[in-house]
């Protein structure tokens, strides 16, 4: 029996109009489209593609719900349930694509899938416009230039930690996973110096998206899909 393969696929953004035609393809193609959501939401990668890309009557749907939640993630267990699941529907000769936002390899939950899968099955990976690509867009302004370094930090990296990588002033920052971190983000900026060079952009690409200085962004908490960008 011929066995089937696991793509991730990389969805970007936000903006469906900014899904690769390679990923459009393969999605079209899938026998199974599985993608990640929320317990207590909808799927944002599943959204993205549902207006450009109408799904036809031999497709499936496999939803891997993810418990958000501090103390879990990534929830180890649901990834090794999911990847039990697919890999039977593979052994049958179903080809799955996996939706991820932004790229797959990018912070991208296809990654846990990959590891417990591409030993048996072959693993593809389709790249997608990241949401820091998407961030220099809409700020018009470079991530970096000439021989300048850039250093990507996750929101949810500790205090003390975020501080000390802040400190290195020969490098631009971009702080991705903003969420209900934005607090301690700013003190780490204020601690270093370069509140007034941060720029808070909200849901990039997408309509409803925001972009101000991160000093005039006063609320408590963000939205998980919010981002920052510091210039030297």
Same mark, same amino acid.
């Given at each position: ?57 031999? $497709? ?5 719900? %993810? ?99 802040? $400190? ?40 409803? $998206? ?21 210039? %030297?």
């Amino acid at each position: 029996m011929i066995k089937g393969q696991i793509t991730g696929v990389g969805v970007g953004p936000g903006d469906p109009d900014l899904i690769t035609l390679k990923a459009m393809k393969a999605i079209q193609k899938a026998d199974i489209i599985a993608y990640p959501a929320p317990d207590n939401g909808v799927s944002f990668a599943r959204q993205i593609i549902e207006k450009n890309i109408p799904l036809h009557s031999g $497709q499936s749907e496999y939803k891997i719900t %993810i418990p958000m939640r501090i103390e879990r993630f990534p929830a180890q267990e649901i990834y090794d349930q999911a990847a039990n699941d697919l890999a039977a529907q593979m052994e049958e000769g179903k080809n799955i694509v996996v939706l991820c936002e932004g790229d797959p390899f990018f912070y991208g939950s296809f990654m846990y899938l990959h590891e417990r899968l591409y030993k048996k099955f072959r693993s593809t990976i389709i790249p997608g416009v990241s949401s820091v690509m998407a961030l220099a867009s809409v700020t018009q302004s470079p991530l970096c230039e000439r021989n300048e370094l850039l250093t990507i930090i996750p929101g949810p990296l500790d205090e003390d930690l975020m501080t000390a990588q802040l $400190q290195e002033e020969k490098t631009a920052y971009v702080i991705m996973k903003v969420g209900r971190h934005i607090e301690k983000i700013k003190r780490c900026l204020i601690a270093t110096n370069r509140l007034d060079k941060a720029i808070y952009v909200e849901r990039a690409s997408l309509p409803n $998206q925001k972009i101000l200085p991160l000093s005039a962004v006063d609320e408590g908490n963000a939205p998980y899909f919010s981002i920052i960008q510091v210039r %030297i």
